[in-house]
């Protein structure tokens, strides 16, 4: 695979992976994919799919490895794949680490950086986050209120059902439980970096386009 490769961007909810790997697919040219992004389309949309994950989401549970490793198989065989891209949200349990070492085949996975943010950080972050309900641009709601109407597209801004204090507890727990074991899985093939996810946003922007360059020299 020519190009960036594919990138797998760890971290805890909230640590800032839907704000910075979107500007990573743009820097470098590949596709963002972001299954929890997909997944809420998938609900948007009242796809069958949509229909049955839909509570899961919402109680902050994760949905059955075969269902989210269906949906990023079939993504990663587009041809805007071709050159990389970055993954945001996948894998997050241990055979789903499987199914993408299957899916990336002999190119493999280039990096697995884990952007790094303290959890009371983190819970604050996402007690206070607001999100277009048509265009998904994330807002803040600290200091309150925080917007209510999107400066993108219009749309109506609006706490995510999964955003609720039980419910960021459940996904945080998720990650201690069923992600954080994923980080030995790369360390040990020497694929992993940590990167400080705190500071400003170009700040965290700098620290991983250094690791993601420094990666495609060596
Ligand atoms: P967060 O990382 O903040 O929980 P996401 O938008 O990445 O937010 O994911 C939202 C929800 O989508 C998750 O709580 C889970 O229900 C589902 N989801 C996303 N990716 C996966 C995955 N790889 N495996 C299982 N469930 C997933």
Known sequence: MVG???????????????????????????????????????????????????????????VPDEVISEVVAHRL?????????????????????????????QSGITRCI???????????????????????????????????????CGGQVIQRADDTAEAISERLAAYERETKPLLDHYQMRGLLTHVDGQGTLDEVFARLVDVIDGAAQA
């Open 77 to 105: 065989i587009l041809p805007d794949c071709a050159r990389g891209a970055i993954l945001d949200g996948y894998p997050r349990t241990e055979t789903q680490a499987h199914t993408l070492d299957e899916l990336a085949g």
């Open 114 to 152: 884990v952007l790094d943010v303290p959890t009371p950080i983190v819970v604050a972050r996402l007690s206070a986050r607001r999100v277009c309900a048509s265009c998904g641009t994330v807002y803040s709601a600290d200091p309150p209120p925080g917007p209510s109407t999107c400066t993108v």
């Open 4 to 62: 960036v490769g594919l990138l797998v961007i760890l971290g805890k909810q909230g640590a800032g992976k839907g704000t910075q790997c979107p500007r990573l697919a743009e820097r470098y040219g590949v596709p963002h994919i972001a299954t929890g992004d997909m997944l809420r389309s998938a609900v948007r949309s009242g796809s069958e799919l949509g229909q049955k994950i839909r509570k899961l989401m919402d109680d902050g549970h994760l």
